[in-house]
């Protein structure tokens, strides 16, 4: 795994499309070979044993997972980068990489569901005290950290109901109390948010969704900061994480033509945004780029872009039933877990059993992913959804 990348820091759209690529050192060819290996040979025992050479055990790295992980520490600046098998495993180890026994972990209470899992089954299990927050409170989280409070994680925009946080005021609070501050930003990928910029710590990207960008494979990163590459380097190694060669391929596919898909995401998802917020159906659409929306002032403060990921209310009156009608009356927009994809999904909204520190009750809620179909087509077809529930 490479830290410090030595590529000279362009602009966004430049690291996207260079970050990690040494064509030169690779016989020519534009993309790196996608290496199947577990063993290393050596030359001689002493090249063996002296811990010197670039490549020494497949687990350990190979030109192929080097070139994803020197893209993304180009793209996050970052100190360095660890692959993983998936999102949620990221969202693990960096967990792991920094607490222990006696530890207090605040977490945010609209964490991606199973993030909540790992917190109430396997760090409680180890004895780290886990403490959920309402994001609302933005840097004043501050009141509820104790003595041993080691970090605290955010996942800005809030999953399934899209609450907006103050990233720059939780990181000021954390840095007065030497407090780690670890952020999952699938949502709006290192093209809008670049957390370590802010002071984040452990940047947190469940690369199944926009990085590999086509559904067709799993995998997570977890970006660090100088303060905290050296534990999360060590433990990615000590726990044996390893992602194949093929899937780390598609991620660097994937990573290069992002930031034109994000864009695209971006422009359809507003425009449906739009239009559901003057549809007769809908009481109020959750997307922080609406205006409309009570976190756009700090979206447009701290973020340079949205995802194509949002959320719907229906008007008093619809049960969480119709939404399930909603959805099935849908064509274009498919039924189905995860996002980030070329193509459309929808979701009913399902909090039960994942909030505890605040309670916003049952929503007759969908949650939309806009893929990169005509956004006219995925117009006739949300009309569609309300036709269904309409009489
Ligand atoms: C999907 C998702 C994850 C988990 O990613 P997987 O690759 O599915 O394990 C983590 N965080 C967020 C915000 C996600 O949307």
Not at 181 to 190: K, S
Request: proline share 5%; net charge negative.
């Amino acid at each position: 795994m490479p830290s410090k990348s030595t590529d000279v820091v362009r602009s966004l759209d430049t690291r996207l499309t260079h970050g990690g690529s040494h064509p030169l050192e690779n016989q020519g060819f534009v993309n790196p070979q996608v290496v199947h290996a577990s063993t290393v040979l050596f030359p001689d025992v002493a090249t063996m044993l002296s811990g010197k050479s670039k490549y020494t055990y497949g687990r350990r790295g190979t030109p192929t997972s080097d070139a994803l992980a020197e893209a993304v520490v180009n793209l996050e600046g970052a100190a360095g980068a660890v692959l993983c098998p998936s999102g949620l495993n990221a969202v693990s180890v960096a967990l792991l990489s920094c607490l222990k026994a006696g530890d207090h972990l605040l977490m945010i209470d609209t964490v991606y569901g199973p993030g909540r899992q790992v917190c109430d089954n396997v760090l409680a299990r180890f004895g780290v005290e886990v403490e959920y927050y309402d994001p609302a409170l933005g840097g004043a989280v501050e009141t509820l950290f104790r003595a041993n409070t080691k970090a605290v994680y955010t996942e800005v925009p809030g999953s399934l109901t899209f609450e907006m946080m103050d990233i720059p005021a939780v990181v000021e609070a954390a840095r007065r109390h030497d407090v780690l501050v670890l952020m999952d930003n699938t949502w709006a990928t290192p093209v809008f948010f670049r957390p370590l910029e802010h002071g984040v710590d452990l940047s947190i990207q469940a690369a199944t969704k926009y990085v590999v960008g086509h559904s067709d494979a799993m995998l997570g990163t977890v970006a660090a900061n100088e303060r905290t590459w050296k534990a999360l380097h060590a433990t990615h190694g000590y726990m044996g994480i390893h992602v194949g060669p093929d899937d780390v391929y598609l991620g660097l596919r994937g990573l290069r033509t992002m930031g034109v898909r994000l864009r695209h995401h971006m422009k359809s998802a507003l425009e449906l945004a739009r239009w559901l917020e003057s549809h007769p159906l809908v009481a109020r659409v959750r997307h922080p780029g609406l205006e409309s929306d009570p976190g756009h002032t700090l979206w447009k403060r701290d973020f340079d872009g949205a995802s194509g990921l949002f959320a719907f209310d229906l008007k008093e009156g619809f049960s969480v039933e119709q939404t399930h009608a909603f959805v099935e009356a849908l064509s274009l927009f498919g039924l189905g877990y995860s996002w980030g994809g070329f193509e459309s999904l929808a979701l009913p909204v399902r909090l039960k059993g994942q909030r505890t520190a605040t309670k916003p009750g049952e929503l007759a809620s969908v949650r939309l992913h806009v893929g990169l179909e005509d956004v006219n087509d995925l117009k006739a077809d949300l009309e569609r959804g309300f036709a269904a529930i309409a009489d």
